[in-house]
């Protein structure tokens, strides 16, 4: 006779578990084990006894939110921020600024090891800047409150989509954290408040500009109550449709930032460091580890509009810089004008594709730099050994995917000679870092 047996349901109770802290990982995340597996947990120091809640269980691993810490480490320190325990923006302000550097610098060599099987040199001191009201960079979440009928203003909630609303923040620079209240009570005056998306906020040479996604149509009033807040406040203003179009409200003048010696044009929506000193920093120690002569060649890849092309351009006898974005190659030709540079080429390409045609990439160069974004280079790393420069700095905003890229280089008979980061996001688990390779 057969037997029907009824599967247990799995319970959707989230699973509460206590253990004990073992280390960091190069995001400034407490790691430890329980039952064998290993345990993610933002918040936790090596040392502490813990109670966590699972959210994400997989196979090998799981991640959890700290619900309370039963023993605290000796360099646990109070966050400086009230919204710290909720905002998601900061992840590593209950850890001092040392402890911060040494637990990513620490997580870098480990990851060269581990993910690129390459042995770490001794690490360059880290860039560091002011850890407080560094940010000239933000973006701004906004969100309609249906129950409060009122807009909030704030960032995103710690592992969620929630909004926490806040009415400063002391990570941005004091002019961008002084314009969170008076842009909420504009916003709530408009009558397409459902239809705002979020307000990017720069602080460039000539003052503030901001960026509001709009995916409406704003009405007259609202158009004229914006303009009043812009003019109030002193800012340039520009509303980007659902389409991206972007449409200037008040404009004053083209926003800039200077940066060794020279002056780099930049419009809305343009990706800019957010951390102005360490991008002085960056770009001197990068020169400096190129050490480009007048007789180099040098290529530029993921350019941007300049930012190290432009530099490298009164060292060398010649730069060529590539960039995905068309908008951001004419803003990069337009600054080497600005600054009356020559001798720098820019081009568009997608380098995530086939270059080999392309008639720049049939050039020689005796030095490469590479500043990619996160998913890092790996298409284009075969081509910059086939290139054979001398020298390869490689700057990442993601230790992985540098670790990755660099095993193709080493394999192509190049040395990391030197490695070092870059504390770009203090308090953030974000971790920018800078490699050089020579060839062997």
Known sequence: MAQFFKPQKKSTQPQRIEFTVDSLDHHCVGVGR???????????????????RIIDDKKHYA????????????????PFCDHYRECGGCSAQHLGEGDQLAAKEAGLVSLFERLGNIQAPALAPALTGESRAYRRVCRLAIKFDKNGRCTRVGFRRRQSNDLVEIAGCPVLAEPLSALIAPLRECLNRLKSQRELG????????????????????????????????ATAQGIDLYLQAADEQIEPLRQQSQPSYTLDGLSLAFAPGDFIQVNGPVNQRMVEQALSWLDAGKDDKVLDLFCGIGNFTLPLARQAREVVGVEGELAMVTRAQENARRNGIDNARFYKADLSGDIVGM?????????????PARPGALEVMSHVVALSPKRVVYVSCNPV?????????????????????????????????MALFERG
Do not use: C
């Not at 329980?34 to 109670?51: D, R, T, Y």
């Open 34 to 52: 329980h039952q064998g597996k290993a345990i993610f947990v933002e918040g936790a120091l090596p040392g502490e006894a813990i109670k966590a």
């Open 63 to 78: 991640h959890a939110a700290l619900q309370q810490v039963v023993t605290p480490a000796a360099n646990r320190v109070a």
């Open 198 to 229: 979020h307000a990017e906020l720069i602080q460039g040479e000539q003052g503030i500009l901001m960026l509001l996604r709009h995916t409406g149509r704003p009405t007259e009033a609202d158009r004229a109550h914006l303009t009043e807040f």
């Open 359 to 371: 008639s720049w990439a049939r050039e020689g160069f005796d030095l490469v730099l590479l500043d």
């Open 401 to 433: 995917t540098l670790a990755r890229d660099s095993q193709v280089l080493v394999q192509g008979g190049y040395k990391l000679t030197r490695l070092g980061m870059l504390d770009m996001f203090p308090h953030t688990g974000h971790l920018e870092s």
